[in-house]
């Protein structure tokens, strides 16, 4: 009878890779019910912030990581939840969602000066370079000074 023994390295080495599991569990599958809508809002938030990390990495990480741990398809559910969420929110009022024509959307600086406005409160945008069209989803209030922000470049 043969016994296996662990060297402290390697249980520190297992407890290292346990609780980084559960980091990234935690941080990509958001728990919790969403019945109003500053719930939906943090889910709509979390699943933005979600499908930006699973983009960075699967640009940065090797092709077999990316096949691995299934990054295509946690992309593809973080994108279905952001655009539920989103919809949701429009539906229910939180949000509006705005359709405006920008003459020099291909530009990258036109694109680049938006992007920073819109971030800067908390919008979501598709910019459509073909029809030179952006369709933002932001909050009521905002909606003007986004009108105005796009009239204007």
């Known amino acids: 009878m043969s016994r296996y023994t662990v060297s402290k390295r390697g ?3 297992l407890i290292v890779i346990v609780v980084l599991s559960l980091l990234v569990v935690w941080f990509f599958y ?11 809002f943090r889910h709509l938030v979390r699943a933005s912030r979600s499908l930006r990390w699973v983009s960075v990495a699967e640009a940065h990480l090797p092709a077999f990581v990316v096949r691995l741990f299934h990054l295509s398809d ?8 952001f655009q539920d969420e989103r919809k949701a929110l ?3 009022g ?8 920008a003459p020099n959307l291909s530009a990258g600086q036109t694109l680049s ?5 819109f971030h800067a409160a908390g919008a979501y945008y598709m910019a459509q370079t073909e029809t030179n069209s952006i369709v933002l989803t932001c909050r009521p209030e905002y909606k003007s000074l986004y009108e105005k922000a796009i ?3």
């Open 74 to 81: 946690l992309e593809e559910k973080n994108w279905t939840a």
């Open 30 to 40: 958001p728990s919790g019910g969403r019945n109003g809508d500053e719930a939906r």
């Open 151 to 153: 009239a204007n470049h």
């Open 90 to 92: 429009v539906t229910s």
């Open 94 to 101: 939180y949000f509006v969602e705005l359709s405006v024509l």
């Open 11 to 13: 249980v520190g080495i």
């Open 113 to 117: 000066n938006l992007q920073m406005v």
